[in-house]
């Protein structure tokens, strides 16, 4: 008997009419990406969780909605940003720099974590040179 990775996940979210949260056709292929780049139980295009002898092509590569465990609660969470945007539209906010998407670690992030290092880089530098420059010798 094989084990059942679904057995121990969580259920499905649902919105409060009790519809699955769909996404759009750029979050998708997100999506897609995501699965096919990370480990999610898919060999193939086909899921080896749903696997009973015969191939079974994978639900969550060719549904808009969100309708596998596996995707939502093991893979979905290592794109932070694409799940805020498909379960949680008001936690986002727009790099001032790339005016990317992402999600804030704090209310006072303007910056996503790319852009931060080199900005906050910046400013050191800047406040370097300002500070050696009104030395007196």
Known sequence: MKNNPYKDLPSLECRPDGSL?????????????????E????????????????????PQTVSFSVCCKWFRWAVLPLDGALEAEIF????????????GVFVPKSNRA?????????????????SERKRRSCVDS
């Open 21 to 37: 949260y769909h996404m759009t056709p750029a979050q998708r292929k997100r999506a897609s990406a995501l699965i096919r780049r």
């Open 110 to 126: 303007k910056y996503c974590p790319g852009c931060a290092a080199r900005v906050h880089r910046r400013q050191k530098t800047e």
């Open 88 to 99: 949680r539209d008001k936690d986002l906010k727009r790099c001032a720099v790339c005016g």
């Open 39 to 58: 480990c999610c139980c898919c060999e193939d295009g086909n899921c080896i969780a749903l696997d009973d002898g015969d191939t079974c092509t994978c």
